[in-house]
């Protein structure tokens, strides 16, 4: 088994003294066939074993031992868990967001579409990961996140946040019901839906709605690393491509943010 470096990217607004990140791609892993190679997902049909030799070299990337590279069981929620020692796999939280100001432990979340968000204020030594879907940034998963970091010591005016890969508007088709849900709360959420080749129907922009509730909640900065999961098969996995193709299953990234 070759033990080839886990492949993320990084971001220099996240590039900052005493914080390690990275949004990990599909490259690097020791995962085969639908989830080659770097495949982070528990949930997966994937060989278990595999699955937890692709997140030791993640953790390993980031600094950290394995058992302090931590996951939620995500559930599309707008809960926000503040991690103050690690868990197993059988007794995490549900939950779509972690912060933590412990040294030394990452926290991750899982993705393979949906929009992965990493905070940071490193003046006071707090850092965030968000996993934001439609429903979790619609219910408001982004300003909770921001509120458990100013519960540590953080500050929204100190805080960086990047927006790592997840499909784009090009390849989000969403139907009428959707988009109802979101003008019947707020008619100005119509800015974010595009005309759709097919009649009734619209394209989405969760990267700009993500953006719209980071910065109407205060935050210092936001960085959007513009990368769609859905167009570039050979870094990211994706759901929506996997079920247009009417494949079995499909391989999650993985998104990590650890203080030093």
């Known amino acids: ?112 579409d949906c929009g992965p968000v990493l905070f940071a204020d490193a003046e006071a030594g707090v850092v965030g990961a968000a996993h934001a879907g439609w429903k979790g940034a619609f219910t408001g998963v982004l300003e909770a996140t921001l509120a458990a970091m100013e519960g540590l010591g953080a500050t929204r005016a100190g805080t960086v946040a990047v927006l790592g890969p997840m499909i784009s508007k090009t390849a989000y088709e969403v139907g009428p019901e959707f988009v109802a849900r979101f003008v019947e709360v707020d008619a100005a959420n119509a800015a974010f839906f595009g005309s759709s080749p097919r009649e009734g129907h619209a394209m989405f922009d969760l990267p700009a709605y993500i953006r719209a509730r980071l910065t109407g909640a205060g935050i210092g900065r936001f960085e959007d690393m513009a990368l769609c999961t859905y167009a570039d098969e050979e870094r990211f996995f994706s759901y929506r491509r996997v079920t247009h193709r009417r494949e079995p299953d499909y391989g999650r990234l993985l998104h990590a943010i650890a203080l030093a």
């Open 1 to 112: 088994m070759p033990d080839s470096p886990a492949v993320a990217l990084t971001h220099p607004a996240l590039a900052l003294a005493g914080v390690r990140h990275g949004f990990f791609t599909r490259r690097g892993g020791v995962s085969e066939g639908i989830y080659a190679s770097l495949n982070g997902g528990q949930g997966s049909a994937d060989d278990p074993a595999l699955v937890r030799e692709n997140r030791r070299r993640m953790a390993d990337a980031l600094g950290v031992a394995g058992e302090r590279f931590v996951t939620c069981y995500q559930v599309h929620s707008p809960d926000v868990i503040t991690v103050v020692a690690p868990w197993t796999r059988e007794t995490a939280p549900k939950a779509d967001a972690m912060v933590t100001r412990e040294k030394g432990l990452a926290i991750a979340v899982s993705t393979a």
